[in-house]
């Protein structure tokens, strides 16, 4: 069974911080007290184990990675054309600030207990088995969606050079398939290092892009011309959706929130490898606190320069946003076009696939950890927590690449319609997803004070405490609650008489949240479990295990400095390259 049938045992606890001992532990809720829960013996199983083969370079950069994917590069077009400059700029500040808040919440709980299944682990840990139940199959999903959708974006994109009547787009999907399933296959250590190099070409691109973007602004293009802020005058900042006036113009903000999320979902995929990362707490801290400036550089910044580039009454800019995917979809390509330059748009769709692939490669790595993760939580067959002799999930990994078939579904253009309403759920997914983690952190302060742990015994604690959880919290509720005001809305452009309620994108856009409760209720009504309180959260059970694996990764990283053996190559990264990265 999980862990939800608890057993009572006695560990002694290596503690984070001098301050702190076993005595205290034991008066505080450790894992001597009568009514602490414990992990079952399975969880021990070196055959159901991860190897914590990540890297810090590796772990910072697949964070990033993340946070960068055609949402940005693409989807900034659809945005600034629906709502205007000021819209977008607003919007995604404001999901920014957000996001910033939902991974600093995670990053406290992950610091002091690296856990390997994630934040699903956290949530019915700290919170209740019930939330973590739904949460891991509700991020599950979002990832059994986005593989075979990335897939068949990939191919999509390779339309650009090789008609669709050429070659059928089935077959790069199946070569996209095979290529990602390998590199999962290969294990930790090579994923991480190659999604290290993905990631670095996909930051490079979008700073190389920001800086072009700059110098066109301030004319530094062929056609000479200095635009600076002149679109947020004529045609304007906002642009009215719907309606006419200020109503439409907050009509137009909101409909820019929606895109805003759906750019930056992805951002906390880093919660998913702290189980394999080394030396966890001090990693995934540093991962969390760049969180902020990536934010800021590469999503405020690109949405503020597309703005001054590029207005939102653009020809190309609406024919952009019609497009599937690929270089002609990219607001970048616009503004790179009407400043005179014609060469850029076949590099920046080459730049496109890669980013396709890496995000590909990451989410099937993803949706086979959170199975994993479900598996070691006992909310999935133990089958799935099975790991072989280099800690790779193996049946996880052919499940998940099973699922991610449903790509060949798009190969018929019947399908694509269909397809396109069900990766509507990717969203709701998401935002609920985010919704489970501040949840859990609120849980996890309450319980950590009620226990008397505090910050000086914490590797990291979120800046801006419970108040930035609750904040965002009741963002992202709102959000998901008005995620599809459009269907409700009357839009004036339709013909009169025409209108009709777009019941499948209501259906869609709306189906994750029954979902999800049925999920949460269904688990407690069926197994009878009660949330934690906080006396009762259960803060030390397996951290011992990691204080050890910490120690021992401290005391061999001293070593190898104190013997010189550190490469020139790792010196130099460290002083000069991983402050970008």
């Given amino acids: 069974m999980g862990v939800f049938n608890r057993k009572k045992h006695d560990v002694a606890e290596v503690s984070l911080s001098p301050q702190s001992s076993p005595i205290d532990d034991e008066k505080h809720g450790g894992e001597n007290r009568a009514d602490a829960p414990a992990q079952p013996d399975d969880m021990k199983d070196p055959h159901t184990r991860l190897q914590r083969g990540l890297k810090a370079r590796q772990v910072t950069m697949i964070a990033i990675g993340g946070a960068i994917g055609t949402g940005l590069i693409i989807g900034t077009g659809a945005a600034l054309a629906?709502?205007?400059?000021?819209?977008?700029?607003?919007?995604?500040?404001?999901?920014?600030?957000?996001?910033?808040?939902?991974?600093?919440?995670?990053?406290?709980?992950?610091?002091?207990?690296?856990?390997?299944?994630?934040?699903?682990?956290?949530?019915?840990?700290?919170?209740?088995?019930?939330l973590g139940f739904s949460l891991g199959y509700t991020y599950w999903f979002k990832y059994i969606i986005v593989t075979p959708n990335q897939l068949t974006a990939a191919a999509l994109v390779i339309q650009y050079w090789v008609d669709r009547d050429t070659i059928n787009p089935g077959v790069f999907i199946a070569i996209f398939l095979v290529a990602i399933v390998a590199i999962?296959?290969?294990?930790?250590?090579?994923?991480?290092?190659?999604?290290?190099?993905?990631?670095?070409?996909?930051?490079?691109t979008?700073?190389?892009?920001?800086?072009?973007?700059?110098?066109?602004?301030?004319?530094?293009?062929?056609?000479?011309?200095?635009?600076?802020?002149?679109?947020?005058?004529?045609?304007?900042?906002?642009?009215?959706?719907?309606?006419?006036?200020?109503?439409?113009?907050?009509?137009?903000?909101?409909?820019?929130?929606?895109?805003?999320?759906?750019?930056?979902?992805g951002t906390e995929l880093v919660g998913v490898t702290v189980g394999e990362a080394q030396n966890p707490r001090r990693v995934i801290p540093k991962a969390i606190k760049l969180t902020f400036w990536r934010i800021v550089v590469f999503y405020v910044l690109s949405v503020l320069l597309i703005g001054t580039l590029v207005p939102y009454n653009s020809d190309r800019l609406s024919f952009a946003t019609k497009q599937t995917t690929g270089a002609s979809a990219s607001p970048f390509?616009?503004?790179?076009?009407?400043?005179?330059?014609?060469v850029l748009p076949g590099f920046l769709?080459?730049?496109?696939?890669?980013?396709?692939?890496?995000?590909?490669?990451?989410?099937?790595?993803?949706?086979?950890?959170?199975?994993?993760?479900?598996?070691?939580?006992?909310?999935?067959?133990?089958?799935?927590?099975?790991?072989?002799k280099r800690g790779l999930p193996v049946y996880s990994l052919g499940a998940c690449a099973l699922i991610?078939?449903?790509?060949?579904?798009?190969v018929s253009d019947d399908s694509k319609k269909v397809f396109n309403y069900f990766v509507n759920l990717v969203t709701i997914f998401g935002l609920l997803t985010w919704i489970s983690i501040l949840v859990t952190h609120i849980y996890f302060v309450n319980a950590r004070r009620?226990?008397?742990?505090?910050?000086?015994?914490?590797?990291?604690t979120a800046p801006f405490g419970l108040y930035g959880s609750y904040f965002a919290l009741t963002f992202c509720i709102v959000v998901s609650i008005f995620k599809n005001f459009?269907?409700?809305?009357h839009d004036p452009s339709r013909e009169a008489g025409l209108q009709t309620f777009d019941y499948k994108n209501f259906i869609t856009g709306y189906l994750g949240i029954p979902l999800y409760l049925a999920m949460i209720f269904g688990y407690k009504i069926f197994n009878r479990t009660k949330g934690w309180t906080p006396l009762t959260a259960d803060f030390y059970t397996g951290k011992e295990v990691i204080d050890q694996e910490e120690a021992d990764f401290i005391a061999k990283k001293e070593a190898k400095l104190a013997s010189g053996k550190q490469s020139k190559a790792g010196v130099f990264y460290s002083k000069f390259v991983s402050w970008l990265f």
């Fill in 404 to 410: 991610a078939c449903i790509a060949f579904l798009n």
């Fill in 349 to 388: 769709n080459a730049c496109i696939l890669i980013f396709v692939f890496s995000a590909a490669n990451s989410d099937l790595y993803i949706a086979t950890r959170t199975l994993y993760g479900l598996a070691k939580e006992g909310n999935a067959h133990r089958i799935f927590a099975r790991t072989d």
């Fill in 333 to 342: 390509v616009v503004a790179i076009t009407e400043s005179g330059i014609a």
């Fill in 206 to 265: 979008i700073v190389g892009l920001l800086i072009l973007s700059l110098i066109l602004m301030l004319g530094g293009g062929p056609d000479g011309d200095r635009k600076g802020f002149r679109y947020w005058k004529d045609p304007g900042a906002f642009k009215p959706l719907y309606k006419t006036g200020s109503a439409g113009n907050f009509i137009g903000l909101w409909a820019t929130f929606v895109t805003a999320v759906f750019a930056y979902l």
């Fill in 450 to 460: 009620a226990q008397g742990i505090d910050k000086s015994r914490m590797a990291y």
């Fill in 184 to 204: 999962n296959y290969l294990g930790i250590k090579f994923f991480g290092e190659f999604e290290f190099w993905l990631s670095s070409f996909k930051v490079l």
């Fill in 486 to 489: 459009d269907v409700f809305v």
């Fill in 82 to 130: 629906k709502a205007g400059p000021a819209s977008i700029l607003i919007s995604y500040s404001i999901v920014g600030f957000v996001v910033y808040m939902v991974m600093c919440a995670l990053g406290e709980m992950a610091a002091w207990l690296p856990l390997e299944s994630g934040f699903t682990g956290y949530a019915a840990r700290f919170c209740d088995p019930a």
